[in-house]
Nanobody, 123 residues
Framework: QLPLVESGGGLVQPGGSLRLSCTTS????????IGWFRQAPGKEREVISC????????DYSESMRGRVTISRDNAKNTAYLQMNSLKPEDTAVYYC????????????????WGQGTQVTVSS
């Protein structure tokens, strides 16, 4: 399977917003739960959010709850992470993954991963 491809990262000022996208041309994402993760320099990877294959169920971590919204458009074979009210401590590489199993709190679950997209929050 081809890896996932994340896009939409970049430099944003504190308080700003970004929408990350996650897609692949290698297989259909319809049957997979999709997770978003991040890893800041010197820190362990953490789970941000997860969405079930149908989109009916979503989970959010406490670190970004209320500031992020996960969604998916199976017709476009794409998942999204809308991030608002960004803070400097949100600076990290953000990854998406098509999970082998259902959503969990595992920061390194089995699945097909992307290479990540850098998000930098700075004035």
């Amino acid at each position: 399977q081809l890896p996932l491809v994340e896009s939409g990262g970049g430099l944003v000022q504190p308080g700003g917003s970004l929408r990350l996208s996650c897609t692949t041309s290698g297989f259909t994402l319809d049957y997979y739960s999709i997770g978003w993760f991040r890893q800041a320099p010197g820190k362990e990877r953490e789970v941000i959010s997860c969405i079930s294959s149908s989109g009916a169920s979503t989970d959010y971590s406490e670190s970004m709850r209320g500031r992020v919204t996960i969604s998916r458009d199976n017709a476009k074979n794409t998942a999204y992470l809308q991030m608002n009210s960004l803070k400097p401590e949100d600076t990290a590489v953000y990854y998406c993954a098509a999970l082998t199993f259902s959503c969990s709190g595992d920061p390194s679950p089995s699945g097909v991963w992307g290479q990540g997209t850098q998000v930098t929050v700075s004035s």
